[in-house]
């Protein structure tokens, strides 16, 4: 069965220092999104992708973020400068569509801001 | 706001007994429902979903989900639990104008005894 992957598993940082974590979605997919789990809390929707521009975006997703597809199989998440809450487990999702297409996640990638 | 509640964090039970984790929704008008599983390393699985119809619904690993809407609940059940069930499990919700902005309960860690 197709899959998303994460890249990297984990990633240890800075803080003020610029990550970028990469995902592959699905090939046949369409849209794209971005979820995060601070250690202890609920998973958050962070930003949702399509037709290579962002569809709807949390407040967490604020100008630190940014979200691109460079070219037609990566989908990376950009921290420009980290902050120490950063910190936590971030997980790439795709679907074929909206509504009745289900979310297929990455295995996640785990940033660690020091 | 919407918002979800899995009122156990953590539920012991014994291989061969059956199992059910909670799931209650705040939300203005019947919003898509999903149960989603995470086990250690792993992302997010689907485990199942409803959209509309029959209020009971199935889904893979042999786990059903009631939705009643008069307690605004979406209970997933497990009429007899593997070893392999013990992992995270997530109830979320997302509202029908955006079936792929999910919001996330906090959790309900499964440990299976032998």
């Known amino acids: 069965e197709p899959e998303v992957t994460q890249t990297p598993s984990h990633q240890v940082t800075q803080m003020g220092q610029e990550v970028i974590l990469r995902c592959v979605p699905i090939?046949?997919?369409?849209?794209f999104y971005w979820y995060r789990q601070i250690l202890g809390q609920k998973v958050e929707f962070l930003v949702s992708?399509?037709?290579?521009?962002?569809?709807?975006k949390s407040e967490i997703f604020d100008d630190q973020f940014s979200v691109e597809r460079p070219d037609g199989s990566n989908f990376t998440l950009k921290i420009r400068s980290t902050k120490l809450e950063d910190s936590a487990m971030y997980f790439c999702?795709?679907?074929?569509?909206?509504?009745?297409?289900?979310?297929?996640f990455g295995n996640g990638t785990r940033l660690t801001v020091t | 706001a919407q918002s979800v509640t899995q009122p156990d964090i953590h539920i012991t039970v014994s291989e061969g007994a059956s199992l059910e984790l909670r799931c209650n929704y705040s939300y203005g008008a019947t919003p898509y429902l999903f149960w989603y599983v995470q086990s250690p390393g792993q992302g997010l699985q689907l485990l199942l979903k409803y959209f509309s119809g029959d209020t009971l619904v199935q889904g893979i690993k042999g786990f059903e989900a009631e939705f009643k809407r008069s307690q605004s609940s979406f209970n997933l059940r497990k009429p007899s639990v593997h070893w392999s069930d013990a992992a995270e499990y997530f109830c979320?919700?997302?509202?029908?104008?955006?079936?792929?902005?999910?919001?996330f309960g906090g959790g309900t860690r499964v440990l299976v005894k032998p």
């Open positions: 090939s046949n997919h369409l849209y």
């Open positions: 979320a919700v997302a509202p029908r104008a955006a079936g792929n902005k999910l919001t």
């Open positions: 992708f399509y037709n290579n521009e962002i569809s709807e």
């Open positions: 999702a795709s679907s074929a569509g909206t509504d009745v297409s289900p979310l297929h």
